[in-house]
């Protein structure tokens, strides 16, 4: 199973910006999709972004135009670049391996104030 590292989070205030990063164990990490997830005070994981092994990404509406997730294969490390930040982008930021039954990092949080 992957092990996964997140850190990066913070407090900053709104319009600010973060770069989290995951870091994983292994050496498939070329191979597997990656993503990032949040969970808000209250409210149930939600995906964030994702990116394929092939460098595909997704976001969520949301985040859109805001956030950037890109890959090191060398440094086997996903990163969420999110610039912008608002207070509703508060939450604990998991990193997530699709590969096999699927990881997930402990968290990071993330709390953006007003």
């Known amino acids: 199973q992957v092990q996964l590292v997140e850190s990066g989070g913070g407090l900053v205030q709104a319009g600010g910006s973060l770069r989290l990063s995951c870091a994983a164990s292994g050496s498939m990490f070329s191979r597997s999709d990656m993503g990032w997830y949040r969970q808000a005070p209250g409210k149930q994981r939600e995906l964030v972004a994702d990116?394929?092994?092939?460098?595909?990404?997704y976001y969520v509406d949301s985040v859109k135009g805001r956030f950037t997730i890109s890959r090191d294969n060398a440094k086997n490390t996903v990163y969420l670049q999110m610039n912008s930040l608002k207070p509703e982008d508060t939450g604990v930021y998991y990193c997530?391996?699709?590969?096999?039954?699927?990881?997930w990092g402990l968290g990071t949080q993330v709390t953006v104030s007003s």
């Open positions: 997530y391996s699709y590969r096999g039954i699927g990881s």
């Open positions: 990116i394929t092994n092939g460098g595909t990404t």
